[in-house]
């Protein structure tokens, strides 16, 4: 039964929270932190003061209050510390604040706010102890808290809460309803949120205006227990903050009406504020807020966990032995990688990896895994934004996090795993379904953009395996590897390439063909592999050799085997990819060997493809051995 928060809110408790909470001291901490972010942004001459003060109350009580946060300030990154999750990451000034007030951070250095050399940007990011993921894209935060609330609950039994900051604004953004139903149908009680509805947006008043009721009946809607406060009366914000500790089953969202630019001045309060710094209203408003603040020294302790912990500097690490597959059967990638997973999981002692997937188990064969250990599976349904900013927030708390879809639907969600990327998020990304090769479905369910997305993310590794072996050890290499992997998968069946004991790194290419004749370098990976092996055997036949390389690690690519395999072959290669031109094996390959000035010839998906038998889809695009030979011959002529 959800709570709408019905007697919550009396004049009668709220003269008892009077008596027993000082109320006092924390309106001042509030106007002090609205003081420090008026002075950050003026110094910084840019950010967002106005929307800073709206939350003021909530961050102070938070906080600063017996009823908010346990969290030990000089020791942020304890395991049983509550979090405080900045949603609306441009009030980045006001969490700084609240954290140098906590002693955690010097109160003096807050002034060098979007300075080049200072540890406090823009928005939050991991170089201060205290934040855990990078935030600013909104919409964001409510799904990081259920990755890490998920954790804490179901993995870790830690009894810590999660509050998250959301603006009203980025409400609009549907990855909040994601999460929203994610952490109801989750029974994620550990989550607190507060939805600051301060009305304006960056260009415009909300959608909901200051309708702080449509605002309720929407969470509830989504299975959350709702209750709306004045969001500046601290009183209210300590028995909304105590109403949400006992409730139990759901989450608990505080609804508060605020205003933007509030105790600033009376000319603040206005959309055209958004990002600014005061100017000449800067004088003023300080001038308001000293006379607001009865006591500038006050100090208030923060409440510790009663006990402490860290997530694990490093694992042990993976080891896993690949299946024995006959030679002479064909395998797909996806099968091997399922069979893998399943064997990293058989070897996770410490329950630290785990699977999920966005409704596609039984495509991506997570479902392997997941049948096996369904404790260390989380179905995310079909909402893939949701399910990477979850698998962050997983990786927040220790874990690794391996996500699963088709290869086309990760570009739905590029953002989150550029958020993942900026944070250094120890998240693992795995595609299926890649390239023509998967056929009759057709365009809209080929990943053919999928290397070039990952590609694009700082110090990520993009693993292409060709056979199931390959793919077995695709998954040990990305356990052990601390930071984002993207692991490529087929559909289709496909030749076994490799012996059982075949060695693979990260950064390491595999020459499969090889002489001393060789006069073109082949280089590709995944379903053309095999084809390229038919080709260069068909052609060595003809007494035309060629060298077969497989790129096994698009990136970091192996520099050093694709300029070998180039100087041997006369500078002559071709690259053979199932992926559209722009991004994928052509270019990595090229960024390789730029200093060599190889001439590079490229077989890609040049255009939009269509639905067809998986070897017609191939063929359209001279993807197979047939393509492939009469492309060498070109070259040769």
């Not at 993009?462 to 056979?467: I, M």
Request: glycine letters at 8%.
């Amino acid at each position: 039964t959800l709570c709408r928060g019905e007697g919550v809110i009396t004049p009668e408790l709220k003269e008892k929270v009077a008596k027993e909470h000082p109320i006092g001291a924390l309106e001042d901490l509030a106007n002090i932190l609205r003081l420090e972010s008026v002075e950050m942004t003026t110094a910084a001459k840019s950010g967002h003061p106005t929307s800073c003060a709206s939350m003021a109350e909530y961050t102070a009580a938070a906080f600063f209050d017996k009823s908010g946060l346990r969290i030990d300030p000089q020791d942020p990154k304890n395991l049983w510390n509550d979090k405080f999750l900045l949603s609306k990451g441009h009030c980045a000034p006001i969490l700084y604040a609240a954290w140098a007030l906590a002693g955690t951070v010097e109160r003096e250095k807050l002034r060098t706010l979007r300075k080049l050399d200072s540890v406090f940007g823009g928005h939050p990011g991991i170089q201060l102890p205290f934040i855990d993921a990078a935030s600013g894209s909104l919409g964001q935060g409510l799904s990081l808290a259920c990755g890490m609330a998920y954790c804490s609950k179901y993995a870790d039994s830690i009894d810590n809460r999660y509050h998250v900051i959301i603006g009203d604004g980025e409400t609009a953004e549907g990855q909040v309803w994601e999460a929203a139903t994610f952490a109801a149908f989750n029974k994620l009680d550990n989550i607190v949120a507060f939805l600051d509805v301060n009305r304006y947006g960056q260009s415009n008043v909300n959608m909901f205006d200051h309708d702080v009721e449509s605002h309720r009946k929407r969470w509830e809607a989504f299975g959350w227990n709702t209750l709306v406060i004045d969001g500046h009366c601290v009183a209210e914000v300590i028995l909304a903050n105590e109403w949400a500790k006992k409730n139990k089953d759901a989450p608990s969202i505080i609804i508060g009406k605020t205003y933007k630019g509030k105790n600033l001045s009376e000319n603040i309060e206005d959309k055209d504020w958004h990002g600014k710094a005061l100017g000449e209203y800067h004088d003023a408003a300080v001038a308001h807020l000293k006379s607001l603040i009865k006591d500038p020294n006050v100090k208030l302790p923060m409440n510790k966990p009663e006990k402490t912990g860290v997530r694990p500097a490093k694992y042990e690490p993976f080891l896993i032995t690949p299946n024995a597959y006959p030679k002479t059967k064909e395998v797909a990638t996806r099968t091997g990688y399922g069979t893998g997973l399943k064997k990293l999981a058989d070897a996770d002692k410490t329950n630290t990896v785990f699977a999920l997937d966005a409704d596609t188990k039984t495509s991506t064969f997570s479902n392997v895994m997941g049948n096996a250990y369904p404790q260390k599976f989380v179905e995310c349904y079909i909402a893939e934004q949701n399910m990477i900013t979850i698998a962050h927030g997983m990786s927040c708390r220790g874990k690794i996090p391996f996500t699963h879809t088709f290869a086309c639907f990760f570009t739905r969600a590029f953002d989150q795993i550029r958020m993942a990327g900026m944070s250094e998020a120890n998240v693992k990304y795995v595609g299926s379904h890649c390239g023509v090769s998967i056929g009759p479905d057709g365009p809209t369910q080929m990943g053919l953009e999928d290397i070039a997305l990952f590609r694009a993310v700082p110090k990520s590794v993009v693993l292409y395996p060709s056979d199931p072996i390959a793919a077995e050890k695709a998954v040990e290499l990305a356990a052990n590897y601390n930071g984002p992997v993207y692991i490529r998968t087929n559909r289709p069946n496909s030749a076994i390439i490799y012996e059982q004991n075949e060695s693979f790194e990260i950064g390491k290419a595999k020459v499969v063909r090889k002489s001393d004749n060789d006069k073109v370098t082949i280089v590709t990976s995944g379903m053309t592999l095999s084809e390229a092996v038919v080709a260069a055997d068909t052609l060595a036949g003809e007494g035309i050799h060629v060298r077969v390389v497989d790129l096994f690690s698009v990136k970091p690519v192996d520099a050093e085997t694709l300029i070998a395999a180039g100087k041997a072959t006369e500078g002559r290669m071709l690259t053979v990819e199932d992926h559209y031109p722009e991004g994928g094996v052509h270019e990595a390959v090229m960024s390789g060997v730029a200093k060599a000035r190889f001439e590079v010839h490229q077989l890609a998906v040049d255009r939009i493809p269509v639905s067809g038998e998986p070897l017609e889809c191939l063929d359209m695009f001279h993807l197979r051995s047939k393509g492939i030979i009469a492309k060498v011959k070109d070259m040769l002529k």
